[in-house]
């Protein structure tokens, strides 16, 4: 389960003293304890792997951004500190699709669902999150759907 191997990376981290790891590895179990809060007080379950992959995507989406714009301040310390975290949490992700199987795949679902043009693109994307979900970047394939549909 990728809330014990998180569990047991933090552990291991604060033995090894790596102070990047470590703290990347704390925001991660905080931000899945605050989702964990959340479903609790609507009565949902505790967030399944799948949950925390969608947690894992969106700090790496929110670093990416982080090290472009300190990069464009000129601030590359920091920018360098957003990409070592970037690094933790690219760990405990699946591994991504390559941009030439991206295409493949969104081929293969506009031709299964029958999309006929660009109204059709949420049930091609929808698909593509029920199959992928944390393996693609869901922006690019969307790009790739849009391009095929018009």
């Known amino acids: 389960m990728l809330r014990d191997q998180l569990a047991l990376a933090l552990k291991e981290s604060s033995k090894a003293d790596e102070p990047v790891r470590f703290c990347t590895l704390r925001l991660v179990h905080a931000a ?4 964990d809060l959340a479903h609790r007080a609507s009565g949902k379950d505790p967030v399944s792997d799948d949950d925390i ?14 090290s472009r ?11 360098a500190q957003e990409r070592q975290e970037m690094a933790v949490i690219r760990e405990f992700l699946p591994a991504q699709l390559p941009e030439e199987k991206i295409r493949e795949v969104c081929a293969s679902v506009v031709e299964e669902t029958g999309a006929q043009g660009l109204r059709d693109m949420g049930k091609c994307i929808e698909t593509l999150k029920d199959r992928y979900s944390g ?6 394939a969307s790009g790739v759907v849009k391009e095929m549909l018009k």
């Open 69 to 79: 714009l300190y990069e464009e301040k000129g601030r590359h310390d920091l920018a």
């Open 135 to 140: 393996q693609m970047d869901f922006s690019k």
């Open 53 to 66: 992959g969608q947690i894992l995507l969106k700090m790496l989406k929110q670093r990416k951004e982080s």
């Open 32 to 35: 899945i304890k605050d989702r």
